[in-house]
Nanobody
Framework: QVQLVESGGGSVQAGGSLRLSCAAS????????MGWFRQSPGEEREGVAA???????RYADSVKGRFTISKDDAKNTLYLQMNSLKPEDTAMYYC?????????????????WGQGTQVTVSP
């Protein structure tokens, strides 16, 4: 049974940093990307960052150079270091252990959801 527990969100001023964590269980042996989506009211869900089993990373253009995804396989934990935060980064962030990214760069979220963690960035 897949379980996802996100944490680390909060309220910061623009330019600040946060580190999100996702403790995952029930996902051993996945060949998918593991990563983060975000969604804010009235906006489309956006794939933010992903990492595969080899350590290859993918980022949305909107966060390149500011966010860094990493994972600790021994702890089954995924991280998202977010620096130089902007008000437009405000959203609920969800981790996903089974992200599919097409050759054309379209991100598909799985049906697995954690409770999410809220990130709020004030100007």
């Amino acid at each position: 049974q897949v379980q996802l527990v996100e944490s680390g969100g909060g309220s910061v001023q623009a330019g600040g940093s946060l580190r999100l964590s996702c403790a995952a269980s029930g996902i051993a042996g996945s060949n998918y990307y593991m990563g983060w989506f975000r969604q804010s009211p009235g906006e489309e869900r956006e794939g933010v960052a992903a990492i595969d089993s080899t350590g290859r990373t993918r980022y949305a253009d909107s966060v390149k150079g500011r966010f860094t995804i990493s994972k600790d396989d021994a702890k089954n934990t995924l991280y998202l270091q977010m620096n130089s935060l902007k008000p437009e980064d405000t959203a609920m962030y969800y981790c996903d252990p089974f992200i599919h990214i097409t050759g054309g760069g379209i991100w598909y979220k799985s049906n697995y959801w954690g409770q999410g963690t809220q990130v709020t960035v004030s100007p």
